[in-house]
């Protein structure tokens, strides 16, 4: 109730009510911060509040010339780690003589949350300066941003004054209402150097999983996508609880991703369609020819259902056409 | 001193106390930042040791498995209840609620609703045509956790967060099927 309460105060901010930045002024401010997590060294203990959850993950990172390397352990519930190198990124669970890792498909995470080319963004979002606040000790500056439609989340950033890194992120629905929130409680930025010495190698998992394999074409095509969204990723890989591989398409405008998985449909032909606690989370299943499709995302449901009243079988001559 | 610390930050209340507001979200964002921002060394492991306590009563970590296939048997053993559409209340069997009452889960259950398959093949309710209850066959595909559980798993590479997988639970309210 209070972080209702919270993002009420924060919304209602002169921030909030002023005008939107210019374009081109936006897209300066957004490009800086996205260059911010790249760019600098830092080390740090941050906390994830999604609904009623909470968890706290400690974060090394440090630039490299071949992309970022990072390093993220949750420090509660089950031994988690999250390494990213060189533009690759691995996830390891378990503790010692049971630790298994799995490939990710992106090595972005917190607070890296700005795509490379942050400037596309005031395509689909107004930008607007809000006030100072004070986040892990230092001096923040927030920066929101509203979305101009109905298919993304609108973003309260707020970003350190001297390094432009994301002290603070908020998901927040049209009401205003949080729906996530990344919070730094302690950051450190440190020479480069230092942050190596304190990062260690990788050690070898006991079981590595099968890596997701990038395909170009499959069973079904996407005709339709909303305003500013492309597909970011299309790979074959294993889901846990499955004995199959499916494949998992990525759609995203840079900051709003929407997954979709596609799999030989194996069960009476039902079209569902759900909602986590809050709405942050939506989801929706469909029959498409021989294939059973899931679109979900932490997107707003009329993203998701574009998506999804989008989706044919491939045209002719691809896989999947009788 | 840890005492000396929380009483600086708010007279009335103890260091646990905060620890356990925080972990229940009844802190402000102001005082949640601040307390989070002050741990020391031993309060960190307090804090460590609530996430411990949680995660064991949700049923997570080492344990989480046992708990999804005993959700996943007890979602598979519901009747299929028969309503509109429209009837978003949720409606949960008792023995739910009391067994995620008991292990403190913080389950939401939402909302599946069927939306039919017309022959052009859209889904039914975007095109705003009331849904007519009709007899569910008993063999109808109803989701399970597990298969919650391998979308949500595998849409975290691109969700920014290292979480275990979120509480995206369900409650089926209705299920409608309309054939041509």
């Known amino acids: 109730m209070r972080w209702g309460a919270l993002l009420l105060g924060l919304l209602s901010a002169p921030g909030w009510a002023s005008d939107p930045l210019p374009a081109a002024e936006a897209a300066k401010l957004l490009q800086g911060i996205a260059d911010a997590s790249n760019r600098f060294a830092y080390e740090g203990v941050f906390v994830l509040q999604h609904g009623d959850r909470m968890q706290t993950l400690r974060i090394s990172s440090q630039p490299h010339p071949a992309g970022r390397e990072s390093r993220l352990v949750g420090m509660d519930g089950e031994v988690r780690e999250v390494r990213c190198t060189r533009g690759e990124s691995v996830t390891i669970q378990g503790g010692d003589g049971n630790a298994r890792a799995s490939k990710r498909v992106i090595s972005r995470h917190f ?40 298919y993304r989340w609108g973003h309260v950033l707020c970003v350190d004054q001297e390094t432009r890194l994301p002290l603070r992120a908020v998901l927040v629905d049209p009401k205003g209402q949080a729906l996530m929130r990344y919070t730094f409680a302690e950051l450190d930025i440190l020479p480069g150097e230092a942050a190596k010495a304190r990062m260690p190698p990788v050690g070898k998992p006991v079981r590595f999983t099968d890596a997701p394999k990038a395909i170009q074409a499959g069973a079904v095509e996407v005709r339709q996508l909303p305003p500013g969204f492309t597909r970011v990723a299309a790979v074959k890989r294993p889901l846990s609880h499955r004995g199959t591989e499916v494949e998992h398409w990525v759609f995203s405008d840079g900051l709003t991703h929407v997954s979709m998985f596609v799999e030989p449909l194996s069960r009476p032909d039902v079209t569902l369609k759900g909602a986590s606690h809050k709405g942050m989370v939506n989801l929706l299943t469909r029959r498409v020819g021989a294939y059973q499709i899931t679109v979900l995302g932490d997107a707003p449901r009329p993203t998701v259902e574009l998506i999804a009243r989008g989706v044919d079988l491939a045209s002719p001559g691809q896989p999947g056409r009788p | 001193m840890k005492q000396a610390h929380m009483n600086a930050t708010t ?170």
């Open chain 1, 111 to 150: 607070p890296d949350l700005l795509p490379s080319d942050a400037r596309v963004l005031t395509e689909w979002y107004w930008v607007r300066q809000a006030g100072v606040d004070r986040v892990a000790g230092q001096d923040c500056r927030e920066i929101v941003l509203q979305p101009k439609d109905e």
């Open chain 2, 11 to 180: 007279p009335l209340e103890s260091a646990d106390e905060l620890h356990s507001a925080l972990w229940d979200g009844e802190l402000d964002d102001f005082e949640a930042r601040k307390l989070l921002g002050g741990m020391d060394t031993a309060q960190r492991e307090l804090w460590a040791e609530y996430a411990m306590i949680g995660d064991a009563l949700r049923g997570v970590g080492t344990s989480r498995s046992g708990f999804m296939q005993r959700f996943e048997t007890a979602l598979a053993s519901e009747p299929t209840i028969l309503a509109p559409v429209a009837a978003r209340k949720p409606v949960v069997a008792p023995y739910l609620w009391t067994a995620a009452a008991a292990a403190m889960v913080a389950i939401t259950w939402t909302v599946w609703t069927a939306a039919p398959t017309d022959v052009s093949g859209q889904p039914q309710w975007m095109a705003q045509q009331p849904a007519t209850s009709q007899p569910v066959a008993a063999n109808e595909y109803q989701p399970g956790a597990g298969d919650l559980e391998s979308y949500m798993e595998a849409h975290q590479d691109f969700a920014y967060a290292v979480v275990s997988v979120p509480d995206l639970t369900v409650e089926r309210v209705s299920l409608t099927e309309v054939r041509p």
